[in-house]
T-cell receptor, first 113, second 115 residues
Framework: GDSVTQMEGPVTLSEEAFLTINCTYTATGYPSLFWYVQYPGEGLQLLLKATKADDKGSNKGFEATYRKETTSFHLEKGSVQVSDSAVYFCALTSSGSARQLTFGSGTQLTVLP | DAGVTQSPTHLIKTRGQHVTLRCSPISGHKSVSWYQQVLGQGPQFIFQYYEKEERGRGNFPDRFSARQFPNYSSELNVNALLLGDSALYLC??????????????FGAGTRLSVL
């Protein structure tokens, strides 16, 4: 079945540091890939998405590129802010069940001033 | 426009009891999905409903059931509660279109504690 593997957390960075959160996946067909963010006490918010190979999703300074050859969708940001502190989830919907999201276990990011 | 709304926000139940969680989707969305998020883990898919019909079911016991109403709102029911049912229950709505454009928008969730 479909699965998503995220790098182990938590991750603690200083403000303005470079961020990478690794995500790899296993899925049949051609999945769509997503990054969701969850702030304390809130639900999930879509951060960015990519629907086909080599697509780059971007939003609020975050980027991720759909790499089919390495089945990866790593999240990056060049300069993190304290306000980026949250839990980040990588997720996919496979071509066979487009309405069901499969999530990774999440990565807790803390940014220190 | 209002986002996905869920009620109640918090709920405390005891083992063996029954619980009903409610969700109102974004206006115009016809699909509702339910997810269970245990502390420290990613959400796990429970159900999806589209146009009042069940379109997908995750690996959860029959104690879990759901339905969707003509106005596209939805209820999740859990019978015979167990301690392990303690979690954040998330509702997501989408337009129901297939493919990568089918973005799911999440509510803030209902936190259920089973004592």
């Amino acid at each position: 079945g479909d699965s998503v593997t995220q790098m182990e957390g938590p991750v603690t960075l200083s403000e303005e540091a470079f961020l990478t959160i690794n995500c790899t996946y296993t899925a049949t067909g051609y999945p769509s890939l997503f990054w969701y963010v969850q702030y304390p006490g809130e639900g999930l918010q879509l951060l960015l998405k990519a629907t086909k190979a080599d697509d780059k999703g971007s939003n609020k300074g975050f980027e991720a590129t759909y790499r089919k050859e390495t089945t990866s969708f790593h999240l990056e940001k060049g300069s993190v802010q304290v306000s980026d502190s949250a839990v980040y989830f990588c997720a996919l919907t496979s071509s066979g069940s487009a309405r069901q999201l499969t999530f990774g276990s999440g990565t807790q990011l803390t940014v220190l001033p | 426009d209002a986002g996905v709304t869920q009620s109640p926000t918090h709920l405390i139940k005891t083992r063996g009891q029954h619980v009903t969680l409610r969700c109102s989707p974004i206006s115009g969305h016809k699909s509702v999905s339910w997810y269970q998020q245990v502390l420290g883990q990613g959400p796990q898919f429970i159900f999806q409903y589209y146009e009042k019909e069940e379109r997908g079911r995750g690996n959860f016991p029959d104690r879990f059931s759901a339905r969707q109403f003509p106005n596209y709102s939805s209820e999740l029911n859990v019978n015979a509660l167990l301690l392990g049912d303690s979690a954040l229950y998330l509702c997501a709505s989408s337009s129901g279109l297939a493919g990568g454009q089918n973005i799911q928008y999440f509510g803030a969730g209902t936190r259920l504690s089973v004592l």
